[in-house]
């Protein structure tokens, strides 16, 4: 079956203007975790979906980030009013939970964001 | 807040020999996991390893194995017999509950 997939894969924008990044999960899948990854920096978590219960919005840096996800499907993650300290790629990944311990993240390929 | 301290900016093996990667977290809680990812260039994140923090026994995938010692928070990896596929940049990675935190990563150059 497909994996994890991410669109655009990569995406330039003018800052100030509003971008929407897109992750499909491997079917099936109820957990659904967004990460941000600055040029040579690990993996900053930003938001964490579950089934039906109330994502986890813990890591997102600002007001002007948001993200939706329909069900056990598709999640946008929207960046309003970019800045260039959004530049990034942003990682989606997905895992078969029905408990926080042990099921391994899937993760898509990423997009690329620049913001000039 | 839980971190996850990742030492060497860089390691460089030649093929075939053995390389340690280090990893060091700090945390309060008793139940968590830890992980090591692989990102090769492609960007795509692969599950290297886990480990269960109430384990004792190190867990060993393959050529991959890992040295964990709960009580000094620390988490390494080893790779036996390098392989050019090997090369790429290493995450570990810490969770507990919601909470999952990665490294800043070491990136791994492998000598024909």
């Known amino acids: 079956g497909a994996g994890v997939s991410q669109s655009p894969s990569n995406k330039v924008t003018e800052k100030g203007k509003d971008v929407e990044l897109r992750c499909d999960p491997i079917s099936g899948h109820t957990a659904l975790y967004w990460y941000r990854q600055r040029l040579g920096q690990g993996l900053e978590f930003l938001i964490y979906f579950q089934g039906n219960s109330a994502p986890d919005k813990s890591g997102l840096p600002s007001d002007r980030f948001s993200a939706e996800r329909t069900g056990e499907s598709v999640s946008t993650l929207t960046i309003q009013r970019t800045q260039q300290e959004d530049s990034a790629v942003y990682l989606c990944?997905?895992?078969?939970?029905?408990?926080?311990?042990?099921?391994?993240?899937?993760f898509g390929p990423g997009t690329r964001l620049t913001v000039t | 807040a839980q971190t996850v301290t990742q030492s060497q900016p860089e390691m460089s093996v030649q093929e075939a020999e053995t390389v340690t990667l280090s990893c060091t977290y700090d945390t309060s809680e008793s139940d968590y996991y830890l992980f090591w990812y692989k990102q090769p260039p492609s960007r795509q994140m692969i599950l290297v390893i886990r480990?269960?923090?109430?384990?004792?026994q190190n867990a060993t995938e393959n050529r991959f194995s890992v040295n964990f010692q709960k009580a000094a928070k620390s988490f390494s990896l080893k790779i036996s017999d390098s392989q050019l596929g090997d090369a790429a940049m290493y995450f570990c990675a810490y969770r507990s509950g919601n909470d999952m935190r990665f490294g800043a990563g070491t990136r791994l150059t492998v000598k024909p």
């Open positions: 480990q269960e923090a109430y384990k004792q």
């Open positions: 990944a997905s895992s078969l939970e029905s408990h926080w311990s042990s099921y391994e993240q899937y």
